[in-house]
T-cell receptor
């Protein structure tokens, strides 16, 4: 049962910022938000994760709303190689489980 | 190797046959996961290992599916009496998990299973 909802597809011009939204209104207090992407025929690639604070790394920024019910992944300067399916994921961990709960993802198309 | 290694990369089998899929995690990673991805779909959790034990196998779709992990390293996913609906890409991932560590999962390239 997916805990996240994302738009099925988005377009972005090369060099522009890509802002990918995600809703996770049923997220629990100790569950993290993770973002992965999958380029055709490859295994998913980690991008970033966070709990409640905004996070930034060399790939992207993650903005999480104060109520934690939604987040946005920002690719600051999209390139053609960023074309992929982006998954917003809730990570559920406890003493007897650890799993990423994937939704259906957003297919991002970066165009020249 | 440096990453998660899976074999075979492609497997075509006939309905009713048994198949084994292998996963070599990153050295030192204590946690290992199996996921399944059907055509055009997101990833579906199958099973989670911590060391050699599997505290969560809730995602295995039927008793035809089983998995084991030995020596805290290599894992094998076995599907008995394969059916056409088992056709999918089976992905393995590993992670180093400490008490406070939220280490990312590293995925392999997957094993594509086609059941004729």
């Amino acid at each position: 049962d997916a805990k996240t909802t994302q738009p099925p597809s988005m377009d972005c011009a090369e060099g522009r910022a890509a802002n990918l939204p995600c809703n996770h209104s049923t997220i629990s207090g100790n569950e993290y938000v993770y973002w992965y992407r999958q380029i055709h025929s490859q295994g998913p690639q980690y991008i970033i994760h966070g709990l409640k604070n905004n996070e930034t790394n060399e790939m992207a920024s993650l903005i999480i709303t104060e109520d934690r019910k939604s987040s946005t992944l920002i690719l600051p300067h999209a390139t053609l190689r960023d074309t992929a399916v982006y998954y917003c994921i809730v990570r559920s961990r406890s003493y007897n489980t650890d799993k990423l709960i994937f939704g259906t993802g957003t297919r991002l198309q970066v165009f020249p | 190797g440096a990453g998660v290694s899976q074999s075979p990369s492609n497997k075509v089998t006939e309905k009713g046959k048994d198949v084994e899929l292998r996963c070599d995690p990153i050295s030192g990673h204590t946690a290992l996961y199996w996921y399944r991805q059907s055509l055009g779909q997101g990833l579906e959790f199958l099973i989670y290992f911590q060391g050699n034990s599997a505290p969560d196998k809730s995602g295995l779709p039927s008793d035809r599916f089983s998995a084991e992990r030995t020596g805290g390293s290599v894992s094998t996913l076995t599907i008995q009496r394969t059916q056409q609906e088992d056709s999918a890409v089976y992905l393995c991932a590993s992670s180093f998990l400490g008490v406070l560590n939220t280490g990312e999962l590293f995925f392999g390239e997957g094993s594509r299973l086609t059941v004729l």
